[in-house]
């Protein structure tokens, strides 16, 4: 009887569990306009801060390289390696942006239409009137085009809303990262100061860790992907594809994202090739099939040493969760913030290991 009554009291509370998750879910279903007005806001807050700290583990580097050499104060520091940095990018865009531009008027006001032309010609000349069956496929086609394009132009407000905020993160990242950089030592002081002193020692440790792991594989990644983007353009250059410079790019933004991003990348060329018969398909398969070998054999443990060495459905679960959460951007630093995630989890079970063997105090 006794065991039978702890099953039975094990049932209850597991049932009694159940029950609450249910009622919390009931709960939060009646106010999901109320959630969304919250994520929306925390998004809007954590985007410009989010990209300002994962852009402070390139340049933090520098200053302290900078102050190294005696170079005060850091004040001058951060505005000389603005100056440097921006003047970069901006001769950079100067050179490229111009020829990107060419090619995006070529593939979007002369090939596209000329695509459309001619696959309308090439479904005229099927006579899809004589088989009621495939004209209806096709008119369905024509209706759901339309129908996106009108949805298209009715969601426009939304987008240029969104459009806005993306624009207005760009430009507060930069002013937030300024004064990360600039008083880096008084942010960490203030954190130290907050975090109660049995933890201190873990704090100063746990952050050495996550400053070096994330800072590597941040900057081991934006080399990669200007690398992939470079060997890409100079692939597509080899073969004669038009657009060559504007899809190199597209394979090396692309790159940030893991193991699904060489199969995005591939997807607009192969596709651009199939429908103009401009290069052949597989050629453009096969190079990708190259860049990706390139990057995952030689770029990824030269440059990246597998600094986070985490499993690839745990990589894509948190790609699809931020980026549910925060869009393009969460998809971007998916990787990142779970790599912070995995330090911190790593660094709390050695501590804890470390306890049950030397009756260590936390």
């Known amino acids: ?46 985007t410009p801060f989010l990209i300002a700290f994962f852009v402070n583990f390139l340049i933090y580097p520098l200053v302290i390289y900078a102050e190294d050499k005696g170079i005060r104060p850091r004040w001058l520091i951060v505005t000389l390696l603005y100056v440097f940095i921006f003047g970069l990018i901006a001769i950079i865009m100067w050179q490229i942006t111009p020829l990107v531009i060419e090619q995006m008027k070529d593939l979007f006001l002369e090939k596209v239409p000329e695509i459309y032309q001619d696959l309308s010609g090439r479904f005229e000349d099927l006579h899809l009137e004589d088989n009621p069956t495939l004209l209806n496929i096709y008119e369905q086609i024509q209706e759901g085009i339309q129908n996106y394009l009108t949805n298209a132009a009715v969601n426009a407000g939304t987008s240029v809303s969104s459009l806005f905020s993306f624009i207005l993160a760009l430009i507060l990242s930069p002013i937030i990262l300024f004064y990360m950089l600039k008083d880096h030592n008084q942010i960490g002081e203030g954190f130290y100061r907050v975090v109660p002193d049995k933890y201190k020692e873990h704090y100063v440790e746990l952050s050495k860790r996550i400053n070096e792991t994330l800072g590597l594989y941040i900057r081991g990644q934006i080399i990669i992907m200007i690398g992939i983007a ?14 060559a410079i504007l899809f190199g790019i ?66 894509l679960a948190a790609i699809l969760g931020f980026g ?39």
């Open 1 to 46: 009887m006794h065991l039978s009554d702890q099953k039975l009291n094990k049932i209850i509370k597991i049932l009694v569990i159940i029950t609450l998750f249910l009622i919390c879910l009931y709960i939060f279903s009646q106010f999901t306009g109320f959630i969304t007005s919250v994520m929306a806001a925390l998004k809007a807050v954590l």
């Open 230 to 243: 470079v060997i890409s353009t100079v692939g597509y250059t080899l073969i004669d594809l038009d657009n």
């Open 250 to 315: 597209i394979v090396g933004l692309t790159n940030i994202i893991p193991y699904i991003g060489a199969t995005i990348a591939a997807i607009v060329p192969v596709t651009y090739s199939l429908l103009t018969g401009d290069v052949p398909w597989y050629y453009i398969l096969l190079l990708n099939i190259g860049f990706q070998f390139v990057e995952g054999n030689i770029l990824q443990p030269v440059i990246m040493s597998k600094q986070l060495d985490i499993h690839p459905l745990i990589i």
């Open 324 to 362: 549910s959460l925060f869009g393009v951007l969460g998809v971007i630093f998916a990787v990142p913030i779970t790599g912070l995630i995995k330090v911190c989890i790593l660094y709390y079970r050695e501590v804890k290991e470390k306890i049950e063997v030397e009756g260590y105090e936390v």
